[in-house]
C-alpha cells in the first residue's frame, strides 16, 4: 500500500514539474527576441533550404526580409536558440500545441479571401488543422486534382464512393476536383463557391438556368429536388428514373394517347417523359393546348 502511495506522490511530483517547466518556458518566450533564418540554419539547416523553396519561403515578405522566414511563423527564436533547443520555440506546431496554435497562428496572414469564412467553417469547428491538409514547406507545385479528391475521401469516403456510380460528375476522371464546387476553407452553404445551389450549378450548365417565358418550378427552387450533384445509378445524376421522379410531383397521364400504336410507343408514353417533354428545365414557347408543358 505505501509503495503504491510512493508512485502516486512520485507521479503528481513529476507533473509539478513539468508543470513548473512550462509556465517558465512561456514566460521566457516573453522576451525572447528574433535571431534571423541564419541562426536557424545552424541547427536546422535541411529545413531552411526546403523552406526558401516553398512558396511561404518565396513570399514577397521572406523575398524583401529573408531574415524573417522562420520566425515569421515560429516565433522569436533567441530562448530557443541560447538554450540550444532545450526550450521549446515559441510556437512548434507539433504535439500538444498543435490544435490551439497552428489555425491561429495560419489565419494572422490568411484572413481574407477564401480564408475569409474559415473560424465559422465545419471544418474549424471540427477541429481540422491547416496543417493536416497543408504541407507549408513543399515546393511550389501544380494543382493535382487526384491527390486533392483522395485527400477528401480520407474524411468524406461516402461522398467519394457517389463518383463511382454510372452517372457522375467527372472527379474520377481528373476533369475536376473537389473544389471546382467546394471552399473548403468555409462558405455559408455547404461549403459551396456560390451564394446557393442553382448559381453554383449554372455557372457549368447556363443553357438550363433561362430565363424562361415558361419556367419549371422544381428549376428556379433548386437543382438539387432532381439531382444528385457528386453521382446517381440513373442518367443525368437523376434522383430516380424516370417517370418515378416526375411522379412525385406530377399526377401523370390518366390513359394512353389516341395516336399512340405501337407498344414501344405507349411504354415510353408512361415510362420516358422527356420523349415528349424535352424542354424540361424551361420552354419559351407554349404548348399545344394551354401554358406550356416544356414540349419544345
Known amino acids: 500500500m505505501r509503495f503504491g502511495s510512493n508512485k502516486i506522490l512520485t507521479g503528481l511530483a513529476l507533473a509539478a514539474l513539468a508543470l513548473a517547466s512550462l509556465a517558465l518556458s512561456h514566460q521566457d518566450q516573453e522576451k525572447a527576441t528574433e535571431i534571423g533564418t541564419s541562426s536557424c540554419a545552424d541547427c536546422h539547416g535541411d529545413m531552411v533550404a526546403t523552406m526558401a523553396k516553398a512558396s511561404h519561403g518565396r513570399l514577397g515578405v521572406h523575398e524583401l526580409d529573408p531574415d524573417?522566414?522562420?520566425?515569421?511563423?515560429?516565433?522569436?527564436?533567441?530562448?530557443?536558440?541560447?538554450?540550444?533547443?532545450?526550450?521549446?520555440?515559441?510556437?512548434?506546431?507539433?504535439?500538444?500545441?498543435?490544435?490551439?496554435?497552428?489555425?491561429?497562428?495560419?489565419?494572422?496572414c490568411h484572413v481574407g479571401g477564401e480564408t475569409m469564412g474559415w473560424p465559422a467553417s465545419s471544418h474549424a469547428q471540427s477541429g481540422?488543422?491547416?496543417?493536416?491538409?497543408?504541407?507549408?514547406?513543399?515546393?511550389?507545385?501544380?494543382?493535382?486534382?487526384?491527390?486533392?479528391?483522395?485527400?477528401?475521401?480520407?474524411?468524406?469516403?461516402?461522398?467519394?464512393?457517389?463518383?463511382?456510380?454510372?452517372?457522375?460528375?467527372?472527379?474520377s476522371e481528373g476533369k475536376m476536383a473537389c473544389n471546382d464546387c467546394h471552399n473548403p476553407h468555409g462558405s455559408e452553404e455547404m461549403m459551396l463557391r456560390a451564394d446557393n445551389v442553382n448559381d453554383l450549378c449554372f455557372s457549368c450548365h447556363a443553357d438550363k438556368e433561362g430565363p424562361f417565358l415558361y419556367e419549371h418550378e422544381p428549376v428556379r427552387e433548386n437543382c438539387l429536388l432532381c439531382h444528385d450533384a457528386k453521382g446517381a445509378v440513373t442518367n443525368n445524376l437523376l434522383k430516380a428514373?424516370?417517370?418515378?421522379?416526375?411522379?412525385?410531383?406530377?399526377?401523370?397521364?390518366?390513359?394512353?394517347?389516341?395516336?399512340?400504336?405501337?407498344?414501344?410507343?405507349?411504354?415510353?408514353?408512361?415510362?420516358?417523359?422527356?420523349?415528349?417533354?424535352?424542354?424540361?428545365?424551361?420552354?419559351?414557347?407554349?404548348?399545344?393546348?394551354?401554358?406550356?408543358?416544356?414540349?419544345r
Open 68 to 108: 524573417r522566414m522562420c520566425e515569421a511563423c515560429h516565433g522569436p527564436g533567441s530562448v530557443h536558440g541560447d538554450s540550444e533547443g532545450e526550450t521549446p520555440i515559441a510556437h512548434r506546431f507539433k504535439g500538444d500545441a498543435a490544435e490551439s496554435d497552428v489555425n491561429a497562428t495560419c489565419v494572422r
Open 128 to 171: 481540422v488543422l491547416c496543417i493536416e491538409w497543408h504541407n507549408v514547406k513543399a515546393p511550389l507545385q501544380s494543382r493535382d486534382v487526384f491527390s486533392q479528391a483522395e485527400l477528401c475521401a480520407s474524411c468524406h469516403a461516402d461522398q467519394k464512393a457517389l463518383f463511382e456510380m454510372p452517372s457522375h460528375h467527372p472527379l
Open 241 to 295: 428514373n424516370e417517370a418515378v421522379l416526375c411522379l412525385r410531383c406530377h399526377a401523370g397521364h390518366e390513359d394512353v394517347h389516341p395516336r399512340l400504336n405501337s407498344p414501344q410507343q405507349r411504354a415510353a408514353y408512361m415510362t420516358k417523359c422527356t420523349r415528349c417533354h424535352g424542354q424540361i428545365h424551361g420552354s419559351d414557347l407554349p404548348g399545344f393546348v394551354g401554358p406550356s408543358r416544356f414540349i
